[in-house]
Nanobody, 125 residues
Framework: QVQLVESGGGLVQPGGSLRLSCAAS??????LAWFRQAPGKERLFVAA????????????SVRGRFTISRGSAKNATYLEMKLQMNNLNPQDTAVYYC????????????????WGQGTQVTVSS
């Protein structure tokens, strides 16, 4: 059974940083990704990585500011994925979702089979 659990969202001032985590269990391979969705807008790709941690992929809007990485792996079917977000701006405000698919990376949200519940990130002064 696949489970994805996000954590780490919150309120931050413009220019600040946050780190999100996604605890993924129940798989041993695939592509993990972060998407975000602002109120009234479509869900958009943010970043992705293969289960082993590389290669990594970024949306143009976050490249150079966000870093996706592989954290601790308790066993073969558990992995923690992180998203370090720096130099945040109000346009980054959204619910951030962790997603998983069996296969290579894609920017299309409907291609992902499993989703977490989301974590709110608010960038405001």
């Amino acid at each position: 059974q696949v489970q994805l659990v996000e954590s780490g969202g919150g309120l931050v001032q413009p220019g600040g940083s946050l780190r999100l985590s996604c605890a993924a269990s129940g798989r041993t391979s695939g592509t993990l990704a972060w998407f975000r969705q602002a109120p009234g807008k479509e869900r958009l790709f943010v970043a992705a990585m293969r289960w082993r941690g590389s290669p990594t992929y970024y949306a143009d809007s976050v490249r150079g500011r966000f870093t996706i990485s592989r954290g601790s792996a308790k066993n073969a079917t558990y992995l923690e994925m992180k998203l370090q977000m720096n130099n945040l701006n109000p346009q980054d405000t959204a619910v951030y979702y962790c997603a998983l698919r069996e296969g290579t990376e894609t920017y299309v949200p409907t291609s992902y089979d499993y989703w977490g519940q989301g974590t709110q990130v608010t960038v405001s002064s």
